[in-house]
């Protein structure tokens, strides 16, 4: 069992910046793939930025160039990184964990951008 805890959510106005957290704890954090989603109202769950184990990286175009995904192993925390967010980039940002044969999910975090 994967227990996922996510920090850093808030409001920002346009071009602003946000770092959002993800501890992860019940197992091995070196073996996960992890990653970001995200949910706008009345939208589907999208892919934001994925960081495999070994810490290859695969971003949404819609956040290439503004977004940096990032893993800390000695503090089993993962991070993304914001930076000219525009207010389309609001959304409930959620951490995602794939292990062996089972996804786990973070309770989410609100991000709003005010224009």
């Not at 934001?48 to 000695?74: E, H, L, P, Q």
């Not at 995602?96 to 999910?105: A, E, G, K, Q, R």
């Amino acid at each position: 069992q994967v227990q996922l805890v996510e920090s850093g959510g808030g409001l920002v106005q346009a071009g602003g910046s946000l770092r959002l957290s993800c501890a992860a704890s019940g197992s091995n954090f070196r073996i996960f793939t992890m990653g970001w989603y995200r949910q706008a109202p009345g939208k589907q769950r999208d892919l934001v930025a994925t960081i495999t184990n070994g810490g290859r990286t695969n971003y949404a175009d819609s956040v290439k160039g503004r977004f940096t995904i990032s893993r800390d192993y000695a503090k089993n925390t993962m991070y993304l990184q914001m930076n000219s967010l525009k207010p389309e980039d609001t959304a409930v940002y959620y951490c995602w964990v794939h292990l062996i044969s089972s996804d786990y999910w973070g309770q989410g975090t609100q991000v709003t951008v005010s224009s």
